[in-house]
């Protein structure tokens, strides 16, 4: 907030944020494309589903109990859970692997921002990313990783996991 609002004192920009984000974050909040159609069929097909968000833990999952997800999901995790650590670092997705009993080398993570690439690359995951104009194109910035592989929509995920040999 020091930066984002610098003219405010911090914990009071905190505090006005938070109080904000409770009251429209559920009203505001819509699928990602293709999520609705994505998420049954992976979770049909017996894969272990997760969340990992830099939001605060009691805001996302509220958010996967109102878009009516909480049942595709093993784990929700943020900060909170592993010590207030956010991405970039791999602790997030280091715990969420712990909790589904799964090794890196078994796990697939999608995101959609270039912390997710750094996060993923740090817990030695692979990472598919999901263009944000659906476009299929994902350009990081210059020295950046690169993901493994770049999706137009998560609807796309069932079946490139499918002619990946992945489920």
């Known amino acids: ?21 409770a009251r429209v974050m559920v009203p505001q909040t819509r699928l990602m494309p293709g999520a609705a159609e994505a998420l ?31 049942e595709y999901f093993a784990c929700v995790l943020g900060p909170d859970d592993v010590g207030g650590r956010a991405k970039p670092d791999p602790a997030m997705l280091l715990e969420g692997l712990a909790r589904l009993g799964a090794s890196a080398a078994d796990a697939l993570y999608v995101g959609d921002m270039v912390v997710d690439v750094q996060t993923a690359r740090a817990a030695g995951i692979a990472v598919w990313i999901i263009s944000n104009d659906g ?20 609807a796309e995920l069932p079946d490139l996991l499918s002619a990946a040999g992945l489920r």
Do not use: I
């Not at 907030?1 to 984000?21: F, G, N, Q, S």
């Not at 589903?49 to 833990?57: D, E, I, P, Q, T």
């Open 1 to 21: 907030m020091a930066d984002l609002v610098p003219v405010a004192p911090v914990d009071e920009a905190v505090a006005r944020y938070r109080e904000h984000h």
């Open 40 to 70: 049954p069929e992976l979770a049909r097909r017996g894969l272990c589903l997760g969340v990992c968000s830099n939001k605060r833990v009691e805001f996302t999952r509220e958010l996967v109990r109102a878009l009516g997800l909480n």
């Open 135 to 154: 476009t299929g194109e994902f350009v990081p910035v210059e020295g950046e990783p690169r993901p493994d592989h770049v999706l137009r929509s998560l």
